[in-house]
């Protein structure tokens, strides 16, 4: 056990360990959703840890990632507007577009900021009225809330130069997506724990139920990833597939009642492209008409943009579990953090960063699986 | 980013007709909106996301994953110089990166 006195109970670690390894009796795929697992996972080396019936599978859980190319470019062209500031959370400044990012957009000229919060964004829209303000409002359903926050602050303080360019995604029809694939082989989900503490987990007894598939709501810590593999493996072995919360320490089951009710209000679900894997239905949140006058897309004449995926960047089938970040032929050799040809080596949560950090030395190298698109 | 961060409140104002506090992150403080945790009292700990409260959580459980996250490098990306990281990534001089 190469890591297990790095835990911080690794006592406690082995005793979950050793209950895993007493239940599983034959092979079982779990899909971990969230990039930070991901990472937790890798670092720590608990997929080593665990038998080896017990497959991880990295899923689409990181927002940087599966924001698609289109809504990159688009991004890119509004920021090199003189009359722009263009602001962005700071993760998302060498995400690729189509031949360059924001990184080089601000050394061509561009004024883009990075903040720490959208509210920030909103302060620097009051602060310049002669300028037009504009945040890149990506993520799932832990970012959402604060930037619908953001939108509702602008209409309600009146703040005409402030607009949000927004491609926020939802976990829910992700797990649908995945499930429904014909080269699927997910058995087990380990729930994204942060999601669930704004959205509660009353989404998920309906995909439990129509996929017999077990989802166990999971945190980050090492432990709590121990846990969540634990709960999961023992639903499968005896043939159970419920929602089981393993992170209640953060999540209720009504998840932010104060938050949902604002995502309602100022969101509208609407299909959504997910980069390398194509449109999800109702897969994402935009502006709901009463916030159009504040929507970027609206704003800005950006409508045409339309971006293809590269070919030789094979992410979407990482991001679906349909292979490991160094099955990749352009592992480590023409797609490094520095050379990113994906959003997935580029993110700080995204599941190619992770093997690049963490194993980049001792990778073996196999042949990747035949892989059919989710949709 | 899209991982939230516990922090402790040190102290709450109304700025502007909305609920914000100033919280601690393991020596790093930042302000932060309470609209979505209008309960929460001096000296919690919550799950903090993209300067927002989202869920309550205890003192115990907020130190252990604050520890995690900065041995994992995510309290740099969350809280850290991005212009600087982004230069280092992309191979050139962070210093004149920034001073452009």
């Not at chain 1, 919060?117 to 300028?131: F, G, V, W």
């Not at chain 1, 030789?312 to 089938?317: M, N």
């Amino acid at each position: 056990m190469k890591y297990i006195d790095e835990f911080q109970d690794p006592e406690l670690a082995r005793r979950l360990l050793d209950d895993i390894h007493a239940t599983v009796t034959r092979p079982w795929a779990l899909m971990e959703v969230c990039g930070g697992q991901t990472h937790s996972i890798i670092r720590h080396g608990i997929d080593q840890l665990l038998p080896k019936e017990v497959e991880l599978i990295h899923g689409p859980g990181c927002p940087v990632c599966v924001t698609p190319l289109e809504v990159i470019d688009k991004a890119l062209e509004i920021a090199s507007r003189p009359e722009v500031i263009f602001c962005s959370f700071g993760d998302m400044l060498r995400v690729p577009g189509t031949g360059r990012d924001l990184f080089q957009v601000r050394g061509e000229g561009g004024d883009v900021r990075v903040v720490y919060s959208p509210l920030d964004a909103l302060r620097i829209a009051q602060q310049n009225p002669d300028r037009e303000v504009v945040f890149f409002g990506i993520g799932f359903e832990t970012t959402a809330p604060p930037n619908a926050m953001t939108v509702h602050q602008a209409r309600k303080l009146g703040i005409p130069n402030f607009s949000m360019l927004v491609s926020h995604v939802r976990v829910p029809p992700a797990i649908e997506a995945i499930m429904s694939s014909p080269s699927c082989r997910v058995q087990g989900f380990l729930a994204a724990g942060h999601v669930c503490s704004v959205m509660g987990v009353e989404e998920y007894p309906e995909l439990a139920e129509r996929f017999r598939v077990p989802i166990v709501v999971t945190g980050f810590e090492p432990l709590d990833i121990l846990e969540g593999v634990r709960r999961a493996v023992r639903q499968l072995e005896r043939g159970e597939h419920t929602v089981d919360n393993a992170y209640a320490r953060a999540v209720r089951p009504e998840g932010n009642p104060a938050a949902r009710a604002m995502l309602e209000d100022v969101f509208e679900a609407t299909d959504r492209a997910w980069r390398g894997i194509g449109v999800i239905p109702d897969s994402g949140w935009r502006l709901s008409s009463k916030y159009r006058d504040h929507d970027a897309e609206h704003r800005f004449p950006v409508g045409g943009i339309r971006t293809a995926e590269p070919a030789e960047c094979r992410s979407g089938e990482v991001l679906q579990g349909l292979l490991k970040p160094h099955e990749c032929e352009a592992f480590g050799t023409l797609c490094t953090p520095r050379t990113p040809l994906g959003a997935t080596m580029v993110s700080s949560e995204g599941a190619c960063a992770a093997y690049y950090l963490y194993r980049r030395l001792d990778m073996p190298t196999t042949t990747a699986r035949e892989a059919s698109p989710v949709v | 980013m899209c991982l939230a961060v516990p922090g402790r409140v040190l102290d709450i104002e109304d700025r502007d007709g909305t609920r914000m506090a100033t919280v601690d992150f393991g020596g790093v403080v930042k302000e932060v909106c309470l609209e979505y945790l209008p309960d929460l009292r001096v000296g919690e700990y919550a799950i903090v996301h993209v300067g927002f409260a989202l869920q309550r959580l205890d003192e115990e459980s907020a130190r252990q994953t604050l520890e995690l996250f900065a041995e994992l490098g995510m309290l740099q990306e969350e809280f850290g110089d991005a212009w600087e990281m982004a230069a280092a990534e992309a191979g050139v001089d962070p210093v004149e990166e920034v001073r452009k």
